[in-house]
């Protein structure tokens, strides 16, 4: 993150910088003023909804690939002013691999993980790098496929992955049916949105029975449980109430909560980027 400022923000990603709004960044001072003007793409907003890009490098690809550690990633300017990946999302993805790595002698076996609202696979790709199979659940083929392309781009293609494209809802009580378990729980779920056929999502309705229900598919010895969420309003302790109230009451184990962010290169500060909610078992 080079600045942010005005309701926009200013990154890198790899050679090629970006401008962007982001409407967290009320306050008005920019550090780096030159650059500002020098950005390779900009995402304007457009009053009646969505927006577009104005390019002014015309070398810009339409995907490239950037790296983090070992992970590759491919992105691109998306219609929706996404790249694709959140970076943000980096100390939790250190943070699952470190847990899987820590607990494999544990264990003596591959842990299963199930990523839902899964995306382009960040935490996916990041999990199987570590050692665990992993099932990659998202409603949309086009970011199931995405996260396809992620995991090969790492060198991992040979790992064991499941793709679903669902409802996640659905998913999860055909799994409670199935009686399949998991060691890890990884859900970043929308605020608002719909399944491939028309299923209504409403964060404040139905996180909590769904976390409730992810409960039943954990195994008797899991090692974490991970949520995220970019939903206005949800404040990280209502995540830490809802993993108290489910994952903690039946297996115990640790819990903790907290905004994610970025760093902000020129100013020194922080650019609040959404909220986690953490639950791992007892050291």
Known sequence: MVDAAGGEKLEYWGK???RRPDPIAVWNEKTEQKLWNKVDAWYHRSNSGGGKWQVFNKSIPDKWQIRY?????????????????????AVNWDWIASLIKNAAEHYERPL???????YTGGATVSALGAGAEVCHVDASKGMVTWAKENVVASGLGDRRVRYIVDDV???????IRRGNKY????????????????????????????????????????????????TTGLS?????????????????????ADEI????????????????????KDN
């Open 69 to 89: 550690r070992d992970l590759v990633f491919n992105v691109r300017p998306t219609g929706f002013k996404h790249t694709g990946l959140f970076p943000e999302q």
């Open 183 to 230: 060691d890890g729980i990884i859900m970043d779920p929308p605020s608002y949105g719909r399944g491939p056929s028309g299923e209504v999502w409403k964060i404040e309705n139905e996180l909590y029975p769904l976390v409730e229900d992810c409960v039943s598919i954990m195994s008797d010895d899991p090692l974490f449980f991970l949520i995220n969420s970019y």
């Open 112 to 118: 299963k993980v199930l990523n839902l609202f899964a």
């Open 236 to 256: 990280a302790q209502v995540l830490k109430n809802v993993l108290t109230l489910t994952v903690s009451k039946r297996y115990g184990g640790e819990i903790d």
């Open 169 to 175: 809802v659905k998913f999860v009580k055909r799994e």
């Open 16 to 18: 090629y910088l970006l």
């Open 261 to 280: 962010g970025l760093p902000i290169r020129s100013s020194g500060l922080v650019l609040p980027c959404g909220i986690s909610g953490r639950w791992h």
